[in-house]
């Protein structure tokens, strides 16, 4: 099988000093339904937030203003659109609980809750070429998940790709359906993404995480391996 390669453009580097994107690569994995320790899990991780931060303060958090802060260098407003860790903070700050749609889906959603960073997976068994994140030139396709509606990035847009399909919007807004992470998914990468004043020692500490949920849960075997600006391209071999 000839497998696919992953990259960051060295304009993001140039752009976000300190960027670093951990990435958990996993083969053979079973998915499926969370079992209820799991789902205990996604509770606590919920409760962490709570006990962290208060709702009208979120926007100050460090770990969630670096976000707000590199959507709106790019030219989207932060407060329409939320990175992903920061939508999921304000529902469980609002009480509401995440629902458990399945196990990778969850541990990457228990991970982005722990440790207020984004993280989250894509199904590479689906994959027909090599992936990137990088700016868009808005000529790229986007179908958002649950939808059926095509739409184009906006010239400069952080987007994550395969070829001209866009897989994630606005870095870590929103997620397409090509390479959702779904019950028969057999092989994922996660990526697991840190701004300053979030260290790459912990960026490894949650992918270290990641990669223990996944073997304890799903089986299968997994790496670890980082995308920075002295590494912008990693292999997605097992």
């Known amino acids: 099988m000839d497998h696919s390669s992953y990259s960051i453009s060295p304009d993001i580097f140039a752009r976000f000093p300190g960027y670093v994107r951990g990435v958990v690569i996993a083969h053979e994995v079973g998915n499926g339904p969370s079992p209820a320790e799991l789902v205990q899990m996604l509770r606590e991780a919920e409760e962490s937030v709570r006990a962290r931060v208060n709702l009208d303060q979120i926007a100050e958090e460090p770990r969630i203003k670096c976000w707000r802060e590199a959507y709106r260098a790019f030219g989207a407003k932060p407060s329409e659109f939320r990175s992903s860790v920061e939508a999921m903070a304000r529902r469980a700050l609002r009480g509401d609980e995440l629902p458990a749609i399945n196990a990778l889906v969850d541990i990457g959603n228990v991970m982005s809750l722990r440790h207020l960073i984004p993280a989250g997976g894509h199904a590479i068994d689906l994959l027909n070429g090599d992936i990137e994140l990088r700016f868009a030139t808005g000529a790229e396709d986007f179908v958002a998940f649950g939808s059926e509606e095509l739409e184009h990035p906006l010239p400069g847009e952080v987007v994550f790709v395969e070829g001209n399909t866009v897989l994630t919007r606005r870095w870590t807004w929103r997620q397409g359906n090509h390479t959702l992470t779904l019950p ?31 073997q304890r849960f799903c089986g299968g075997t997994s790496r670890i391996d980082y995308l920075t600006a002295d590494n912008p391209r990693i292999s997605l071999a097992p």
Request: charged share 25%; net charge negative; aromatic share 4%.
């Open 184 to 214: 028969d998914t057999t092989a994922i990468e996660f990526n697991v993404d840190g701004l300053p004043p979030v260290t790459r020692d912990e960026i490894a500490a949650a992918c270290a995480e990641v990669a223990e949920l996944i």
